[in-house]
């Protein structure tokens, strides 16, 4: 299983990027998807949480300015990221908390995997 994340990149402050992950390989189901961010020198942070019914969390910082969606049918996620701050740079990883089909198709799991991560970087 492999999650490849993209869309970052530079932006003014205010500004928007949407970012999108994507989930591929022997997957049997997608439970919870959702993306955390690190600034240098800080610990990765939970950003936006989506369950596989539609259900959002986010962290207080980003509530009003971020959106997290998904398509379960690409078994992909996505955020939409708005009226960006400086403090929003970060290198933005997107996460999969997902079962694993085996060779007889049954599920394996829950495991958790990591995209590579896609760097945001808003100027002021």
């Known amino acids: 299983v492999q999650l490849q994340a993209s869309g970052g990149g530079l932006v003014q402050a205010g500004g928007s990027l949407t970012l999108s992950c994507v989930a591929s390989?022997?997957?049997?189901?997608?439970?919870?998807m959702g993306w955390y961010r690190q600034a240098p020198g800080k610990q990765r942070d939970l950003v936006a949480t989506?369950?596989?019914?539609?259900?959002?969390n986010y962290t207080e910082s980003v509530k009003g300015r971020f959106t997290i969606s998904r398509d379960n049918a690409k078994n992909t996620v996505y955020l939409r990221m708005s009226s960006l701050k400086p403090e929003d740079t970060a290198v933005y990883y997107c996460?999969?908390?997902?079962?694993?089909?085996?060779?007889?198709?049954?599920?394996?799991?829950?495991?958790?995997?990591w995209g590579q991560g896609t760097q945001v970087t808003v100027s002021s």
């Open positions: 996460y999969a908390h997902l079962s694993l089909e085996d060779v007889n198709g049954f599920p394996l799991g829950p495991i958790d995997f």
């Open positions: 989506i369950s596989s019914a539609g259900s959002t």
């Open positions: 390989g022997s997957i049997f189901l997608v439970n919870d």
